[in-house]
């Protein structure tokens, strides 16, 4: 086998893995820290400084740009994550616990609803792999996550105008696929408080608000659950809530987005880029519909 050979088969194999830890299939520790942030992507990392001064987190404050100094001192342990499977099995998670799962490094693309974008190197475990620790067949239809109630510490949730706590929901097939995360890391540190400290739900192929932070308690249900944004306005806030440039929401288009930190808009991806990964999940679902 001559060089060239050599390093076609190399470069295909390395190509081969890339895809493999991008669909998630293997973790991106087959992939140096560097590769599994960078080349599986494609996409250029956002700085840390915007992506920590540029936040929604509504227990703290409506101002994206407020949250970060008023977060600071969040108190995050200890931590318990609490996952209720039927009235007879409750179990409860340490961070500890989480962390004791096979971790990975996933750069994904974050996209809010209204209108802004990310790209973020995060570090933690697939949900899947903890769901199905406590369930290795579950039944229940739906996952319904809820973030921590604190009014003392998270001056936000003093306004009454929020159903408190933060709450979301994911289909089960969704909360099983590879792509969703429960993280704990960015930028290989701890994460931020802003940021969802110390645990955070990621589901890259859907709009922002359905990635909710500070993760305390995980029902099995088989009601779908309301998250709070549909509550307070389901004609503008869907269940499924998947980036999708062809259904503007109902005050602004979403085919375009602005990266954080350019000034140029680019196109939104139906999907938010993961439409190979996820599109199955839907079959014939009219995603007009279900928005
Ligand atoms: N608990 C909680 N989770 C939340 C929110 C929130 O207000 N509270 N905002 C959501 C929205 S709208 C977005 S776009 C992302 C923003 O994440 P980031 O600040 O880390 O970029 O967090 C989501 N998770
Ligand atoms: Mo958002």
Redesign the pocket.
Known sequence: MNATTDKTLYVKRRHLLKQAVALGLLPSAALSAKEAESETTGMEVSSKSH?LH??????FSTN?EA?AHLAKNFNVQPWQLEIVDGDQNKKQFSLKDIKSFTQHNRTYR?R???GWS?V?PWTGIQLRDLILSIDSKPKAKYLKFE?VFRPTEMVGQRRENFPWP?TEGLRMDEALHPLTLLAFGMYDEELAP???API?LVVPWK????????LTKITFTDDQPAGS?SQISPGEYGFYANVNPNVPHPRWSQRKELPLGQIRKIPTLPFNGYEKEVASLYGDLDLRLYF
Not at 209 to 214: D, E, H, I, M, R
């Open positions: 992506v540029y936040n929604n987190y509504y227990e994206k949250v974050l809010c609803v209204e990310a973020i973030s933060y802003q940021c969802g955070r709009y922002g608000f359905k990635s909710l932070k500070a944004w």
